[in-house]
């Protein structure tokens, strides 16, 4: 152990990973980082000020970027248009909020069964089976659209709600990382339960669920991105217009304003508001569980 | 070892037991009680995410790889044509060659190690902050990526507009750079800048958080040690200390910098509106499988598009793997 003393004065420094306070050091990053952040933010920035803009700031010569006369006339006019095919869009809302909370929950209670087992349990396939998954963490569902479109087509899943959810819970990287962070509790805790008498029901249910809670809400927040703003499952697997998701509709009226002009006046500034109501759900979701976020990121090495 | 004992054992009996003139039946089934007791519980537990991982990734997968050996229209049921697919793939398809695969490669390799380099250097620095500011910038950089692509769809449209009230346009002329607006989106030399300029925006994901997180994981006597033995500059600490010691996060970053980096192919759709994109200047594989799988319904062939693109991810990750595997 070097003490603080020693290393004041021999010059041995800790390169300051993880400061504790403030050091005239730290000024160059600050110096690179505010300018990159704030060029980061300017897309989110616009997001939350073109959704508040009345018509005549969003088409003025020339374009503002901040608003500059606030109004909520664009989340009204939202919520009081039908979509093309005559459905309002709390119908939207609605089903993008049904199909996000039961895939959240599912997802957290499949990815960790299986993560338990492939971290605790003792069976043949175990190094096998685990190996399959991080091979599986370089897969690309975007290239095999087709072929999955033609195995739901087959399993008759075509316009049903679990089409929504299903897909969604085969999430490899979900299982990986809580693999990893069961990994991190000692088998000595299974095994007092074990002689206790504890059933695996109860083992898993009771000591590793509470254990891994920071792991859990990792999980929480890659389904939720993936479920919440997922327009791709809307626009392939459901042709029927009153299971579709908000993602979906907003994928409409962006596509509205670019090819007719007659409906991009309104359109424009109900895109703005429906991507500010997308956006939102995503960032207070991050910001209340970035802790445990980065607990259980700091366990994601693939050796 | 413990393991493979406990596992071999119940093998070693059966195979004993078929000397002896017992009913190998019940036989059968006492070995089969005995590994269900044994090992029931464990694939119960993963028998959920198993069935689902089966059917919508390994299924798909192998069906790719099999409708890509045949000619299959979606209506009449598919046709085994060997590897006529790959053939024309490779010889024939004159846009894939001269669009889709240099476009494809372009992205790739500037968005790929691009993003990766940029998500680690962030990392790095955000790491030598304290802890409040540094979750602000965190949360900040990585805003992008939590965005749903159509969200950002509505932004860059704008941002990128192609008459005056477009935001680059407006602030361009009003510097006096340009005299008329340009069509950002719809012309072939500008999209391919934009494309990139956009993935690299939105690329500080979850691999750059695994980054981050491994980065304050190191143990500060590491440094001090370095320090003693006469390790000096900022670099040399990067690349003897800080790389090797967090090797499993890096791998972890590379690999969710390659899926991400082709999962991002339907940027170019999204951007022009249209797919093919204008003179095919933004057509990547993915929207080249789309083009022929949806569009003109040559599924076939578009399935062995596919496999090619499994296999380009497949091959970066194993280079990341060479680079970043093995014991520091």
Known sequence: MITNWTRRYTGIRNRGINPQGFHVSQIRFYVILVPLAALMLLPIIYIFSSAFKPPDELFAYPPQFLVTSPTFKNFTDLFSVLSNSGIPISRYLFNSILITLITVAASIFVSSAAAYSLSKKRFKLKQVLFEINTVALMFVPIAVTIPRFLVIENLNLLDTFWVHILPVLALPVGVFLLKQFIDGIPDEVIEAAQIDGASDWRIYWGIILPMIRPALATIAILTFQAAWNNAEISTLYINNESMRTLAFYLSTLTAATTTGVATSVAGQGMAAAAALIMFLPNLIIFILLQGQVMSTMSRSGLK | ?328
């Open chain 2, 1 to 328: 070892m413990q393991i493979r004992r406990t596992l071999q054992k119940p093998f070693g009996k059966t195979l004993d037991s078929t000397l002896y003139t017992e009913n190998i039946g019940s036989k059968l089934r006492r070995s089969f009680r005995g590994w269900f007791e044994r090992e029931g519980s464990a694939y119960g537990f993963l028998a959920p995410y198993a069935a689902l991982f089966f059917v919508f990734i390994v299924v798909p997968v192998v069906a790719a790889i099999l409708l890509s050996f045949t000619f299959f229209d979606a209506v009449q049921p598919p046709r085994v044509i060997g590897l006529a697919n790959y053939i024309s793939v490779l010889t024939q398809d004159d846009i894939f060659m001269r669009y889709v695969l240099p476009n494809t490669i372009t992205f790739a390799v500037i968005v790929g190690p691009g993003g990766y380099v940029l998500a680690f250097l962030l990392a790095w620095m955000l790491a030598q902050l304290p802890r409040i500011p540094r979750t602000i910038f965190a949360l900040i950089l990585y805003s992008p990526s939590m965005t749903a692509a159509v969200a950002m769809a509505v932004v860059w449209r704008t941002l990128f507009s192609g008459d005056q009230t477009g935001y680059l346009n407006s602030f361009l002329m009003g510097m006096g750079v340009l005299q008329e607006p340009i069509q950002w989106l719809q012309s072939p030399q500008y999209l391919m800048p934009i494309m990139i300029i956009v993935t690299l925006w939105s690329s500080m994901g979850i691999g750059f958080l695994a980054m981050l997180a491994g980065i304050l994981e190191i143990s500060p006597d590491l440094y001090e040690a370095a320090s003693i033995d006469g390790l000096n500059s900022r670099w040399q600490e990067i690349f003897y200390i800080t790389i090797p010691s967090m090797r499993p996060q890096m791998l972890f970053g590379a690999v969710m910098a390659i899926v991400g980096t082709f999962q991002a192919g339907a940027i170019g759709v999204t951007l022009s509106g249209s797919n093919p994109t204008p003179q095919y200047a933004g057509q990547l594989i993915v929207n080249h499988i789309e083009d022929y799988g949806f569009l003109r319904y040559e599924m076939g062939y578009a399935a062995a598009v596919s496999v090619v693109l499994l296999l380009m991810v497949l091959f970066f990750s194993r280079v990341a793997n060479r680079l970043f595997a093995g014991d520091p």
